[in-house]
C-alpha cells in the first residue's frame, strides 16, 4: 500500500467515524417503547436458516 493509499485509507475511516459519532435516532414515542420492549425483552426465536448455521462445525472443526 502506498503512503497516499494509507493516507486515504485513515481519512475515510475517520470520516465516517465522525458521521457515526453524529448520528441520531429519532423515534415516535411508540416506536420507542417498541424498541426498549425488544432490546429488553426476550431473545427471539432464531430462524430456521440461522439455527442451521449455528449447529454447522468451522471449518477448522471438520
Do not use: H, Y
Not at 470520516?15 to 429519532?26: D, V
Not at 423515534?27 to 449447529?55: C, M, W
Amino acid at each position: 500500500m502506498t503512503n497516499t493509499e494509507s493516507v486515504q485509507r485513515a481519512a475515510k475511516e475517520e470520516a465516517q467515524m465522525a458521521i457515526l459519532r453524529e448520528s441520531a435516532f429519532r423515534l415516535s414515542p411508540d416506536a420507542f417503547a417498541a424498541f426498549v420492549a425488544a432490546i429488553e425483552g426476550p431473545p427471539s426465536a432464531a430462524s430456521p436458516k440461522v439455527a442451521e448455521r449455528l449447529q454447522r462445525k468451522a471449518p477448522w472443526e471438520a
